[in-house]
C-alpha cells in the first residue's frame, strides 16, 4: 500500500498540537517504551487527582493485571469534584439535545449536583459499593447521571443499549447478580417511543434478586408501575428533602474512597459463543487512558465543544462519552436520537447550532450520510470543526476522503481509532499534529502500547503480510477478567498465541510501520460498528419451534460494513417460507435486539458440514461473498449442498 496517498498534519494544527510533531511522537514511544512503568505512573500523577497516591505501578501476572495499586481513587470525584474548584465550574459538561428537539446545557456544577443526589437516592435505598446495578437508559444526561452516581458509590454498573431485547436485558441482570434496575418510561428514537420500562417489566419476571426498579421519567406515556419494587426518580428525589440531614447529605454526597483496582463497570460484548462475555473494566488505569487519550488523540482544549456520536450503551460512549472527556474536563455534546430524524442534515444542524469543534462518528454513519449526498452538510455552517475522528471498523477510503473533503474541507485532520471493548481506550490512532495519515489506516500505536501482528505460533510476520494483530505489554485500560469467568478470559484473550494479548483482528503492517486492520478472524460479525455474534444470532433461530438448525455468517454490505445473513434447515412441517423468513427476522429481533434483525434468511435443505458434523461456516462466508467456493472443500462430507446454496444464489 505504498502507493496510498500519506496526508501529512496540517502545519496550522501541528504549531497549536498537544503533541506537535513526529520526532516528539517518537520520543514519547521511546520514553514508554524504555521504561513502561515510569510513563505511566508519571502520567498517573499528573493526570488523576487521589485519595491516596499508588505504591506500585503495575503488578502482572499474566494474564492477571493490577495497576496503581495501593491507590485510593474515585472516578466520580475525578470526573466532577476535582473540576468545582477550578474555572470548569461553570463550564457545560454536558449540552444535551433531545430527538424532540428539547434542550439542556448541564454545569459540572449542576452535574455534580445530580450525580450527588442520585448517589443519595441509591444509598437511600440500601445500595452500596460491591453491589451491581443494570442502567437501562435512553442518551439522555440521567444516563451518565446514574452511571457517575454508580461510580461515586462503588456500585458496579453495567449499562444495557437501549436496543437490547428484554431477553438481553436479562441474560445481562442474571449473569451479573444485580441487585437494582436503573431505567426509564422510555425514549425517543425516529419520532416513535422506545419503550423501555415494558422491557425491564418482562425481564424481571425471571430475576428475583432485583429489590428495586428507579425509573426516570422521559416521555410521560403510561406504564405500570410495581408496588414496592418500582419507584419514580423524580420521587425519590424529592423525598430528599423531607428529612434536613438526607437533605445535607443529598447536596454533597462524598465519594468513596476505592482502591484503584475497584470494579468500575462490567460491559457485555458478543464473542466467539452464543453467550455474551461481561468486560471487565476496573477504576485507576481506565481513567488515566481515557482521559490521556482526549489530549494526544482528540487534542483536547479548553474552549472546545466535542461530540462522540455513539450510544453510551457501547464501549465508546462509556470512555469518549461519560468517563474521558468527564476526566478531561471537556463540554460535550449528548443527542438522543437518530441522525437522520426528522432529515438527513440533523447532525450537521447540530454542529453548527452548538460550533461543534471535535466530531467523533463511525464508518457506518459516514456511509449512510454519503448515499444521501452532499447537499446535505452544504446547506450549514461547519467551520467550528476542526477535528475529525472514526472508529468502530476500517474505514473505506472513499467513505475517508469523502469525510475528508465535504466535512472536515480538506482543514481538519482525521482520526481513525483503533481500540475495543476490551482495550478500553484507544490503542492505535493518528495523533492529528504529529502522524501523517492515510486512508484507511489507523496508523501507529500510542505510546505505551506494543503492538504487532504475528502468525498463530507467535512469530512476527514480514512487513505487508496479513497476520493476527496482537498486544505484547499490559496497558492500563486494560481489561481484567470476564465476569464470572477467569478461564474464558484466559483462553480467549491470552492463549491463542503466546505471549500477547489476542484481538481476534487481522491486520498488516507496512514499510512504514502503519497498522491497517482488516476485519474479525473470529465468528464475530460486525454490523454497523455494533459487534455480534454468529453464535448469538444462531442460538436465537434454533430457539423458533419452525428452526432445526441455523448457520449464521456476515454478508459483506455497502452501509453497514457487515450484513446478517442466516441459512436455516426447518424441522418436518408445512411451512410457508416467504411468512417464515419474515417472522424468524422479526424473532431474533426480539430475542437479541433490533439491531440484530437479520438482513437474509435463506432457507436451505442442508448445510455444508465437515464428516465430523461441524459446519462449515467459512464456505457459507464464501458463498454470500463470492457467491461461488474455491477453498479447500476435501472435509465437506457432501458436496452437493454447496454447489446447492452457490446455485439457489445465482437465481437470486
Ligand atoms: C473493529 C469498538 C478497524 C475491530 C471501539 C475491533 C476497527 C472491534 C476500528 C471492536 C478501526 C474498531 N479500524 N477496525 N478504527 N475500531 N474496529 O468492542 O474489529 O465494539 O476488534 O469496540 O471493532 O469493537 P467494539
Redesign the pocket.
Known amino acids: 500500500m505504498s502507493q496510498s496517498q500519506t496526508y501529512a498534519p496540517n502545519p496550522e494544527f501541528a504549531a497549536r498540537a498537544q503533541v506537535k510533531s513526529i520526532e516528539e511522537y517518537r520520543a514519547l514511544y521511546e520514553r514508554a517504551k524504555t521504561d513502561p512503568e515510569r510513563f505511566w505512573a508519571d502520567l498517573a500523577l499528573k493526570e488523576l487527582t487521589w485519595f491516596r497516591p499508588f505504591g506500585q505501578t503495575l503488578e502482572w501476572q499474566a494474564p492477571f493485571a493490577k495497576w496503581f495499586s495501593g491507590g485510593k481513587i474515585n472516578a466520580s470525584y475525578n470526573c466532577l469534584d476535582r473540576h468545582l474548584t477550578t474555572a470548569r465550574k461553570q463550564k457545560p459538561a454536558f449540552i444535551f439535545e433531545g430527538e424532540p428537539g428539547d434542550q439542556r446545557v448541564i454545569t459540572y456544577q449542576e452535574l455534580h449536583h445530580l450525580v450527588s443526589r442520585f448517589a443519595t437516592v441509591l444509598k437511600q435505598l440500601g445500595y452500596q459499593s460491591a453491589d451491581r446495578a443494570i442502567i437501562y437508559m435512553p442518551m439522555i444526561p440521567e444516563l451518565p447521571v446514574a452511571m457517575l452516581a454508580c461510580a461515586r458509590l462503588g456500585i458496579t454498573h453495567s449499562v444495557v443499549f437501549g436496543g437490547f431485547s428484554a431477553e438481553a436485558l436479562k441474560a445481562r441482570i442474571l449473569d451479573l447478580n444485580a441487585t437494582v434496575v436503573i431505567t426509564a418510561d422510555g425514549g425517543w428514537r425516529r419520532g416513535r417511543e422506545v419503550r423501555l420500562k415494558d422491557a425491564v417489566d418482562e425481564a424481571l419476571e425471571d430475576c428475583p434478586d432485583v429489590r428495586h426498579v428507579v425509573v426516570y421519567r422521559r416521555t410521560g406515556s403510561a406504564i405500570p408501575m410495581k408496588e414496592g419494587r418500582d419507584h419514580w426518580w423524580h420521587e425519590l428525589d424529592a423525598q430528599l428533602s423531607n428529612d434536613p440531614f438526607i437533605h445535607h447529605e443529598a447536596e454533597n454526597c462524598p465519594a468513596e474512597e476505592l482502591d484503584s483496582e475497584h470494579p468500575l463497570y462490567v460491559l457485555y460484548?458478543s464473542g466467539t459463543t452464543g453467550k455474551p462475555k461481561g468486560i471487565l473494566h476496573t477504576t485507576a488505569g481506565y481513567l488515566l487512558q481515557t482521559a490521556i487519550t482526549m489530549k494526544w488523540i482528540f487534542d483536547l482544549r479548553e474552549d472546545d465543544v466535542y461530540w462522540c456520536t455513539a450510544d453510551i450503551g457501547?464501549?465508546?460512549g462509556h470512555?469518549y462519552i461519560v468517563y474521558g472527556p468527564l476526566t478531561a474536563g471537556a463540554t460535550c455534546i449528548l443527542y438522543e436520537g437518530a441522525p437522520d430524524y426528522p432529515a438527513f442534515d440533523r447532525f450537521w444542524q447540530i454542529v453548527e447550532k452548538y460550533r461543534v469543534s471535535i466530531f467523533y462518528t463511525s464508518?457506518t454513519a459516514i456511509r449512510a450520510l454519503i448515499k444521501q449526498g452532499e447537499r446535505w452538510p452544504e446547506a450549514h455552517d461547519l467551520s467550528s470543526l476542526r477535528l475529525l475522528g472514526?472508529?468502530?471498523?476500517?474505514?473505506n477510503p472513499a467513505a475517508w476522503e469523502w469525510y475528508n473533503r465535504v466535512i472536515g474541507k480538506e482543514r481538519c485532520p482525521i482520526v481513525?481509532?483503533?481500540?475495543?471493548?476490551?482495550?478500553g481506550a484507544i490503542m492505535?490512532?493518528a495523533m492529528p499534529g504529529a502522524i501523517p495519515t492515510k486512508p484507511g489506516s489507523?496508523t501507529l500505536p500510542l505510546p505505551g502500547i506494543v503492538a504487532d501482528i504475528v502468525d498463530h505460533n507467535g512469530a512476527p510476520v514480514p512487513a505487508n503480510r496479513e497476520g493476527y494483530l496482537v498486544i505484547r505489554q499490559p496497558w492500563p485500560s486494560m481489561i481484567r477478567n470476564i465476569w464470572g469467568d477467569p478461564k474464558r478470559f484466559q483462553e480467549q484473550y491470552w492463549s491463542r498465541v503466546p505471549s500477547a494479548y489476542f484481538?481476534?483482528?487481522a491486520a498488516r503492517r507496512d514499510e512504514d510501520g502503519y497498522f491497517w486492520?482488516?476485519?474479525?478472524v473470529d465468528d464475530?460479525m460486525?454490523v454497523s460498528?455494533?459487534?455480534l455474534s454468529t453464535m448469538e444470532v444462531e442460538s436465537a433461530l434454533v430457539h423458533h419451534p419452525a428452526v432445526a438448525e441455523a448457520a449464521v455468517v456476515g454478508k459483506p454490505h455497502e452501509i453497514t460494513g457487515q450484513a446478517v445473513c442466516c441459512f436455516v434447515t426447518l424441522k418436518q412441517g408445512d411451512w410457508n417460507h416467504q411468512v417464515l423468513g419474515n417472522e424468524l427476522r422479526q424473532w431474533v429481533a426480539h430475542e437479541i435486539g433490533p439491531f440484530a434483525r437479520p438482513d437474509e434468511i435463506r432457507i436451505t435443505d442442508a448445510l455444508p458440514k465437515t464428516r465430523s458434523g461441524k459446519i462449515m461456516r467459512r464456505l457459507l462466508r464464501e458463498i454470500v461473498t463470492t457467491h461461488a467456493v474455491t477453498g479447500d472443500v476435501t472435509t465437506l462430507e457432501d458436496l452437493t449442498v454447496v454447489t446447492k446454496l452457490a446455485s439457489q444464489q445465482d437465481e437470486e
Open positions: 460484548t457501547w464501549v465508546t470512555s464508518p472514526s472508529v468502530g471498523e476500517p474505514i481513525d481509532t483503533w481500540w475495543q471493548t476490551e482495550t492505535i490512532s489507523a484481538t481476534g483482528d486492520v482488516l476485519g474479525r464475530v460486525n460498528g455494533h459487534r
